[in-house]
């Protein structure tokens, strides 16, 4: 059993969760009533709330499957990878658009995912 890939997961859960529940209620909500986005425009960047949102659970799934299956390091790795490609995303993101610091913790969980699941494939 890999305990980092256990913990990897854990984090990735969490930031579903933080997603779903904060994020959905002060994220979502307020796009689909603003009067300045029409129709299309709020159903892509609803379409990709829900695609991240998949994504962070296929991230949390994989590493959970890899902590009791060393068969499935392919999907550590790839784990690990998108992690990696969403911290550096999510800090561009506050770099360049200055978003407030609630886009700091997306920031700081999937760097710490990315950091376990590297630490976990170099066990």
């Known amino acids: ?5 256990l913990l990897a997961g854990s984090l990735a859960l969490g930031t579903v969760l933080v997603h779903c529940i904060r994020g959905g209620r002060h994220v ?3 796009m689909l009533e603003a009067h300045e986005l029409n129709d299309t ?9 829900h695609a991240f ?5 296929a991230i949390a799934v994989g590493f959970f499957w890899a902590a009791g ?5 392919s999907l550590a790795y790839q784990g690990a ?3 990696v490609l969403l911290a550096g995303l999510s800090m561009a993101v506050i770099l360049r658009f ?3 610091f609630m ?9 710490a995912v990315a950091i376990a699941g590297i630490v976990g494939l170099a066990e």
Do not use: D
């Open 1 to 5: 059993m890999n305990i980092y890939f």
């Open 28 to 30: 979502v909500a307020p």
């Open 41 to 49: 425009v709020k159903t892509v960047l609803f379409g990709c709330w």
């Open 53 to 57: 949102t998949l994504l962070y659970l």
């Open 69 to 73: 299956h060393p068969g499935a390091l």
């Open 81 to 83: 990878g998108i992690s």
């Open 98 to 100: 200055k978003q407030r």
């Open 103 to 111: 886009r700091l913790p997306h920031w700081l969980m999937f760097s």
